[in-house]
């Protein structure tokens, strides 16, 4: 199994920024998956934020749009400004087939997460 790591999750106040980072343990990989990514925040649901598929087309949840951008060249990354307090969770990078969308039971392989804590 490919292993994804990310990282660069931290803590940051509410307005601030944060880079996130994917990387696969072997080259190629993320030119033939659809790559996304999810967060999960204690009691809640693993949600999708943001995915690209095979075209470059990208897809984000509501509540970031605007906010939020996802990119890749051989690392996925996700642009994360103007943070709020309901950022906070554990963003996860995920691989799946094309045209997963955001729907995180399509993605078949997944990182360990990088902690994200916005605070006032």
């Known amino acids: 199994q490919v292993r994804l790591v990310e990282s660069g999750g931290g803590s940051v106040q509410a307005g601030g920024s944060l880079r996130l980072s994917c990387a696969a343990s072997v080259y190629p990989y993320m030119d033939v998956r659809m790559m996304g990514w999810f967060r999960q925040a204690p009691g809640k649901e693993r949600e999708g934020v943001a995915a690209?598929?095979?075209?470059g087309s990208t897809s984000y949840v509501d509540s970031v749009k605007g906010r939020f951008t996802i990119s890749k060249d051989n690392v996925l990354y996700l642009q994360m400004n103007n943070l709020a307090l309901e950022d906070t969770a554990m963003y996860y990078c995920?691989?799946?087939?094309?045209?997963?969308?955001?729907?995180?039971?399509?993605?078949?392989?997944w990182g360990q997460g990088t902690q994200v804590t916005v605070s006032s």
């Open positions: 690209i598929d095979s075209d």
């Open positions: 995920a691989a799946g087939p094309w045209h997963s969308g955001l729907v995180a039971a399509r993605y078949n392989n």
